[in-house]
């Protein structure tokens, strides 16, 4: 993807989602961090089944401390690796009582050093809950910034510092969930929907597609047919 088609690819996303909004649901930071914490190696949707349950009763550090291991597992359960995703966050809880009085760190360090919270849990942290420029490189992210060309890298580290550098300052707030949503139901990982994409004029896969796609014949008047379609010469 060519620099100066970068604000009218992300134009378009904007245009299609002026608002978009994390799928989790979530009404504190905390539940933020939780949900997101479960959500690695599952769907939004499961994770959102399960906490529905989950918040009701225990939605704050103590909370999920007093249910216990056992008690947060038979919550979880429906998501995958429910019983290592519960030992993160009963330890996760432990500390943030101990070291951040119960709250969530604003600081990338101190996010990090929670167990089970990687760069891409601390990002989405930073970006939904407190505003930051942040960029968490999913699956989706990763998939769409590769196939449109927008930010091309190996790792999700390079396409994360890839996409810092080549978003316009003024889309970077938003860029993480219209990035998400769009790969997400649109530039799918199998059959992208190229024929209904608001980006595919400015997307490097929808143009090589384009391009390689056989001309169309253009259909050809019968030789000798008059215009009335009589199949002989008019006398």
């Excluded at 360090?109 to 942040?134: S, Y």
């Excluded at 300052?169 to 799918?188: E, K, P, S």
């Excluded at 796609?213 to 050809?220: F, K, L, M």
Aim: hydrophobic residues 40%; positive net charge; aromatic residues 6%.
């Amino acid at each position: 993807m060519k620099p100066r088609d970068i604000e009218a690819f992300f134009s378009a996303l904007q245009a299609e989602r002026p608002q978009p909004q994390s799928e989790l649901e979530y009404t504190s930071v905390f539940e933020l961090l939780v949900a997101v914490m479960l959500s690695a190696q599952a769907t939004d949707r499961s994770v959102n089944q399960a906490t529905r349950r989950l918040f009701p009763i225990a939605n704050t550090p103590q909370a999920i401390l007093a249910l216990g291991q056992e008690g947060l597992e038979a919550h979880i359960r429906t998501i995958g690796l429910y019983r290592s995703k519960a030992r993160h966050v009963i330890e996760t809880c432990r500390l943030l009582l101990q070291r951040h009085g119960g709250q969530v760190p604003r600081r990338r360090e101190d996010l990090e050093a929670l167990p089970g919270v990687g760069r891409k849990t601390a990002n989405v942290v930073l970006n939904v809950a407190f505003g930051e420029p942040t960029m968490a490189v999913d699956t989706h992210i990763f998939r769409v910034a590769n196939r449109t060309g927008l930010a091309p890298g190996r790792t999700p580290l390079q396409v994360e510092q890839g996409l810092l550098q080549r978003v316009p300052a003024r889309f970077l707030r938003d860029a993480h969930h219209w990035l998400i949503l769009h790969g997400r139901y649109t530039c799918t990982a199998r059959a992208p929907k190229c024929g209904a994409c608001p980006v595919a004029a400015w997307c490097d896969h929808a143009c090589a597609q384009a391009k390689a796609a056989p001309p169309r014949r253009r259909a050809t008047a019968r030789s000798g047919a008059s215009d009335s379609g009589s199949n002989g010469p008019s006398r």
